[in-house]
């Protein structure tokens, strides 16, 4: 990724020409001027921060700030000014300005503030991208997605939502198949009657029936009333069966019963009840392969599986890593009202290098762990779990078949670049990550170049 962009409209030569060689020692592609019209004349320039001048020949820095605020994506914005007043910058400040300096400038103040600013800048631009994915083509019943591969999922739920037969959920633990679950549920034309979710791997075996398909009066010790059971209480609507592999095979007869008839039999009962209710399954398991070692009904599972839906594992989506940990930061900023703004872009890095495992849900916890460790306004690598840390592989430096080692400052080189690009740029922040000063950077940058 190029460096950030940066133009300073300031008509003192010595004063500019400061101001570009600090911000380029910083990281920044500094573009100068010394007047507004000849910033505005330079049409084709896309610029992240505008550092400006009140008093310029023509055009006044305050007049710069009011064309700018007319764009619909304006940068960043900075007055500086000799004359600087309490009236002034109240007065900046409401017309849009981020910051407001006084001459005689400290240097290392200014490049606080342009960090300061170009991160508040950056927090809005993550805000309105999760707000973005919040709408419709984001996903229903709480999924959240922006890749192809959860794209192509939203519209197979649509299309199996629209029918009524029973329908197979397939994915690793963690990955949401329950809300895979409530979203064809929220689509059907049983929206507006219940859901209800199992775990079969929650329930001992020999309450198991019981728990299914109710019971009658004095069915076995302890029966006194008569219980409806799952099947009937969900009449009408769905039933998730999470973990449906850990059901017993002779439950599994009764299930088909249920799905090919329409009715069951309660416990201790003679008479059989009709049942209107659509099945949805969910396992991590390989369903096939249960069949193969015979347990799990053949027919049953040719039944379950007329509508199969794949939830994707976290690592085959890396484009939405970082969009649901935004998403997970908001709710917890929501509910604890903490002063996080967002991910460091180291922060950001570990997560998009790391694979979860553990998936979705893996990712919302390491997210409740680093917001209640994290004791500044950015979340950092170390308020992360350790394994995450431990288990994120290093830059790529092996050479593939056949080619030469590298030479260590090839290494070093291929090792700057990549913590550039993941910085955005950021000079400051990647010395940070590299360990060393910014001026040491900024040397092998220039000597390599």
């Not at 009937?232 to 609507?237: L, M, R, T, Y």
């Not at 090919?260 to 201790?268: A, L, Y």
């Not at 690592?315 to 996080?340: C, I, M, N, S, Y």
């Amino acid at each position: 990724m190029s460096a950030i962009e940066v133009a300073v409209v300031e008509d003192d030569p010595g004063l500019r020409e400061l101001l570009q060689e600090e911000l380029e020692s910083a990281g920044y592609h500094v573009h100068s001027f010394g007047a507004v019209e000849d910033f505005l004349a330079a049409t084709e320039l896309q610029v992240q921060l505008v550092i400006s001048d009140i008093r310029l020949p023509g055009l006044s820095g305050m007049e710069l700030l009011q064309t700018l605020q007319q764009r619909e994506q304006r940068p960043a914005f900075i007055l500086i000014t000799a004359f600087g007043t309490v009236s002034q910058a109240v007065d900046a400040l409401k017309q849009g300005a981020d910051d407001f300096l006084t001459k005689p400038l400290d240097l290392e103040h200014l490049l606080v503030s342009v960090e300061r600013v170009l991160d508040y800048h950056q927090l809005q631009r993550e805000v309105a991208q999760y707000r973005t994915a919040q709408q419709p083509d984001s996903g229903p019943a709480g999924l959240i997605g922006a890749s192809a591969i959860m794209q192509k999922l939203y519209q197979a739920i649509t299309q199996v939502a629209g029918a009524d037969g029973a329908v197979l959920i397939q994915g690793e633990s963690g990955t949401g198949k329950e809300l895979v679950a409530r979203a064809l549920h929220q689509q059907s034309k049983r929206d507006q009657q219940a859901f209800l979710a199992v775990n079969c791997a929650g329930i001992p075996a020999e309450l198991m029936e019981s728990e299914f398909f109710g019971h009658a009066a004095g069915a076995f010790t302890g029966a006194q009333r008569a219980r409806p059971g799952l099947l009937k209480e969900a009449d009408g609507g769905t039933l998730l069966l999470d973990e449906i592999g850990e059901m017993p095979l002779a439950l599994q007869a009764k299930l088909l019963r249920v799905l090919q008839e329409g009715t069951m039999r309660p416990v201790g009962s003679d008479q059989e009840v009709a049942v209107d209710v659509r099945i949805v399954a969910a396992t991590h398991q390989d369903l096939e392969a249960r069949v193969r070692e015979r347990a799990f009904r053949e027919d049953l599972f040719y039944r379950l599986e007329t509508f199969r839906l794949e939830v994707p594992p976290l690592r085959a989506r890396e484009q939405d890593v970082l969009l649901l940990a935004q998403h997970f930061l908001g709710q917890l900023r929501a509910a604890q009202d903490k002063p996080v703004l967002g991910f460091a872009a180291e922060a950001k890095l570990l997560l998009q290098q790391y694979d979860f495992p553990g998936n979705v849900r893996e990712l919302q916890n390491a997210i409740e762990r680093a917001y209640t460790f994290c004791d500044g306004e950015w979340i950092l690598p170390e308020h992360f779990p350790s394994r995450m840390r431990e288990r994120t592989p290093d830059p790529q430096v092996s050479p593939a078949q056949g080619e030469a080692w590298p030479t260590l400052q090839e290494v070093q080189d291929r090792y700057v670049q990549q913590v550039l690009a993941e910085t955005d740029g950021n000079k400051q922040r990647a010395a940070k990550i590299l360990g060393v000063t910014r001026r040491t950077l900024y040397r092998w940058i220039t000597t390599d170049s």
